[in-house]
């Protein structure tokens, strides 16, 4: 599996390097966005880490346990860094807004 390096203002991200771009519908508003690959493997870590941070209980707690899976198998189990997690969504946003504006603007605006 090739990784993609996103440098942000505070670490560097090393997710998946997707091969294919795809289109995105945003859930909300119906509007969708073609995004290249790597726009995608960006926006798919964006909203997995908006989705852990929404459903975990986060609120007033410093490390949350995360089990993730895909198609019913385990791919990460740890603990996960509250504070620093919700700084790298910040950064990972602003630089997919810098990245593709207009994409943002459709998808995660």
């Known amino acids: 599996m090739a990784t ?3 440098k942000l203002r505070t670490k ?3 997710i ?7 289109n995105i ?3 909300l ?5 073609y995004l290249i690959p790597d726009a995608v493997a960006l926006y798919d870590w964006i909203m997995g880490i908006n989705m852990i941070l929404e459903n975990s209980g986060v609120a007033g707690r410093k490390k949350v346990f995360v089990a993730a899976t895909v198609a019913d ?3 990460f189990f ?6 620093e997690s919700l700084v ?14 207009k994409e943002y603007m459709t998808l995660l605006d």
């Open 78 to 83: 740890g603990l996960m860094d509250v504070e």
């Open 16 to 22: 998946e390097k997707y091969e294919k771009g795809e």
């Open 12 to 14: 560097t991200l090393h």
């Open 73 to 75: 198998q385990p791919v």
């Open 25 to 27: 519908t945003n859930p």
């Open 88 to 101: 790298l969504f910040d950064e990972a946003r602003e630089y997919f807004r810098t990245m593709w504006p």
């Open 4 to 6: 993609l390096k996103i």
């Open 29 to 33: 508003s119906g509007q969708s966005a």
